[in-house]
Structures are given as C-alpha cells and as structure tokens.
C-alpha cells in the first residue's frame, strides 16, 4: 500500500494556470500506475488523466486534453498534474490514486482499477 498526499490547489481566475501534486510515501512509487480524478458535490468522481510508472504512456479526459499536462518523477515519487487555461466547469476536488503494475505503459482510467487514494485537494475556478 502506498500513502498518497495532494497539495496544489487553490483559487484561480478563469484562464489560468495551476500545478497539483500528488506525493508518495509508504512504498515506491517506481512501479504504480497513477491517475487524477475530480469531484464536485452531486456527482461521481470522473476520470481526469493517468500515466504509467515508465512515464511513457499518459491518457487524458477529453475536456482537458491540450490543457491539463500529467507527469512523474519516481525518484522523487511525485506525479504532477499541470493545469493551464482553467475553466469554472474544472472546479472540483482533485484526488490522485495509485495501483500497481507489472507493465511500464500499462495505464487505468477508472475509479474501480485503483485501491490507494488520496484525500484530494481543492481547485476553484472562478472570476
């Protein structure tokens, strides 16, 4: 099990940008896939983007495709999500999760694929 901190967000302007963090202890992060999910109150956590523990493989929502930008440094064992040219509709609460992996490009999109999470942190879009 890997214990997973976000840290990152906050109140923005319609247009600009934000850099979410989500930060590994417990265990190395080298060999988990991971992905960022939102939440805002009413709905069900949706899917925002995940990369593979290669760091090769990312796949992104449609809605923030050419906006939102996920990496990893397993050395330091974050994976950081960058959001530019934010919209009131990415107002939501961010969580990261985790799962293992045998295979470096082996990505998960749904909330059922993984078993860690984090406690998830705020990001408000709004003028």
């Known amino acids: 099990q890997v214990q997973l901190v976000e840290s990152g967000g906050g109140l923005v302007q319609p247009g600009e940008s934000l850099r979410l963090s989500c930060a590994a202890s417990?265990?190395?992060?080298?060999?988990?896939?991971v992905g960022w999910f939102r939440q805002t109150p009413g709905k069900k956590r949706e899917f925002v983007a995940t990369?593979?523990?290669?760091?090769?493989?990312?796949y992104y929502e449609d809605s923030v495709k050419g906006r939102f930008t996920i990496s990893r440094d397993n050395a330091k064992m974050t994976v950081d999500l960058q959001m530019n040219n934010l919209k009131p509709e990415d107002t939501a609460v961010y969580s990261c999760?985790?799962?293992?992996?045998?295979?470096?490009?082996?990505?998960?999109?749904?909330?059922?694929?993984?078993?860690?999470w984090g406690q998830g942190t705020q990001v408000t879009v709004s003028s």
């Open positions: 417990g265990r190395t992060l080298s060999r988990y896939v």
């Open positions: 990369i593979s523990w290669s760091g090769n493989t990312t």
């Open positions: 999760a985790a799962r293992w992996s045998s295979y470096g490009v082996q990505i998960y999109s749904r909330t059922s694929d993984y078993g860690d």
